[in-house]
């Protein structure tokens, strides 16, 4: 008779990754952002880094990300962004500042 094979019951928790710049995302800084804003409609959502998401928050309106920014990649082809993504990427992984408004 075969020996039956058990399932460990202990599963180590998966390490999210912020969608927007790559980098693990702690407990702590995670915040689910809209891709679509719910005010729009929007219903599906990405995990970021609490610094991303007010970032994005900070530069565009709504309906910008509503109508010009529903994805990421939609997002990373805005230059302030990229340069955010590009200084943002080499702090680690519980890194927050306070995140200033455009000034627009």
């Known amino acids: 008779m075969a020996k ?6 202990y599963h180590p928790p998966v390490e999210e990754r912020c969608a927007l710049c790559g980098r693990v995302v702690p407990d702590d800084q ?5 891709l679509v804003p719910k005010s729009e409609g929007g219903k599906e959502t990405a995990v970021l880094h609490r610094i991303c998401h007010r970032q994005i928050h900070a530069l565009f309106t709504e309906s910008e990300l ?5 994805t990421i990649d939609a997002l ?3 230059d302030a962004i990229r340069r955010f993504v590009k200084w943002v990427r080499n702090k680690p992984p519980g890194f927050f500042e306070r995140t200033r408004r455009s000034k627009r």
């Open 30 to 34: 995670r915040d689910k952002h809209h």
């Open 66 to 70: 509503a109508h010009d920014y529903a």
């Open 4 to 9: 039956r094979v058990t399932e460990p019951w």
């Open 76 to 78: 990373m082809t805005n």
